[in-house]
């Protein structure tokens, strides 16, 4: 192996979502220490392209993704191109066994995976991600669900885990510096945010309705929902439907996410329990702010079974609506919180650790990671 590694990073799309965010992460975090490429199968929105191409070389197999025939031999010509010592692919599918396979053939035997999202609860979706996980394991790619949570519903399947599969966690870089006082953030009305794809997944409807009750006692309370996707309209008529829809802001995607967290006093993740992780939260707890979270096994995990956040019961729009006035009328609670999120963070979510598990489940020696940070 070469004194610097040299590892291809696989991801599906461009898009800003949550997967793609760690893995630009990561990306930037060895920029200096490990040549690196990339290979994306679509371009889809192509919002995080630019950063891509400014940290490592990027191909773009296909904008539509129309075979996997091109993702197979796109792969193979940059892992022969680079020379390469791994793969890390950020996603988990069919698609990834066809990046395992090009690997492969082209001589890379460590290679592994991110799984972003728990099993579907069908019957039949279980079984094709179990035939999946099967594939996995004869073409020797490991697996690294993005939880705890979602490694145990993979192991859950019955069919046989990859030897050397474990989870990976996401990371973020928390500074030393200090996130804005929670008397302090920009604004004097009480701002409650939350950032996520408007889709199925998650569960804007019950922090909209939990707003609506909230907004009722305090006139001059706010709403942001950050992000976008096929539920927006539905959602926006729910807002109107509520009388909530002039307090209540959906800003779309947007490029300056941590300075929208500086201006909130609480963040709230309503979600359900197909939540793999919510990288969200932990941005929103490295920016030092008090969480309310739905009763998903990934919010458990994340918040540290409630030691970081106040947790709601999924659905429970009362319960969503008393957390967040308490946050709003117990200032030593909200600052309580905060600081708990920040030091959880710090502890068990920095980049450093996000970086030195891939390295691990990768095989890459002692010699190798002390090259890195």
Known sequence: MAERPRILHVIFSLDAAGTEVAALRLLRFWQNDVDQSVVSFTRASGALERDFRHVAPLTVVSDRAETRLELFHAVRRECARMDADAIIIHSFGVHHLVVAAAGRSAGVTAIACSAGNPPPRSRSGRKAWSRVVTGSRLLGCRIAGCSLTVQ?????????????????????????????????????????????????????????????????????????????????????????????????????????????????????????????????????????????????????????????????????????????????????????????????????????????????????????RDLIR
């Not at 959906?250 to 300075?259: A, H, S």
């Not at 201006?263 to 309503?270: D, G, I, L, P, T």
């Open 152 to 368: 145990r519903q993979l192991e859950d399947l019955g069919a046989r885990m990859p030897k050397g599969s474990f989870a990976i966690p996401h990371g973020i870089d928390v500074s030393s510096e200090s996130a804005p006082s929670l008397l302090n953030r920009g604004t004097a009305r009480f701002v409650i945010g939350m950032v996520a794809r408007l889709d199925p997944i998650k569960d804007h409807a019950t922090l909209l309705k939990a707003f609506a009750i909230v907004a009722q006692d305090d006139p001059e309370a706010e709403l942001r929902i950050i992000g976008d996707g096929p539920l927006r309209p539905q959602l926006e008529d729910l807002a109107r439907h509520l009388d909530i829809d002039e307090r209540t802001k959906f800003l779309g995607r947007r490029n300056d996410v941590d300075d929208q967290l500086d201006e909130m006093n609480v963040f709230a993740f309503s979600t359900t329990e197909d939540e793999g992780f919510g990288i969200v939260m932990i941005e929103a707890m490295a920016a030092a702010l008090p969480i309310v979270a739905s009763d998903a096994a990934a919010c458990r995990e994340v918040l540290g079974e409630g030691e970081a956040g106040l947790i709601v019961s999924q659905g429970d729009i009362d319960g969503f609506a008393r957390a967040l006035k308490r946050i709003a009328n117990e200032p030593a609670t909200a600052a309580r919180l905060a600081d708990a999120a920040r030091n959880r963070v710090r502890r068990e979510y920095s980049t450093e650790k996000f970086a030195s598990r891939w390295l691990s489940i990768l095989g890459l020696n002692g010699e190798i």
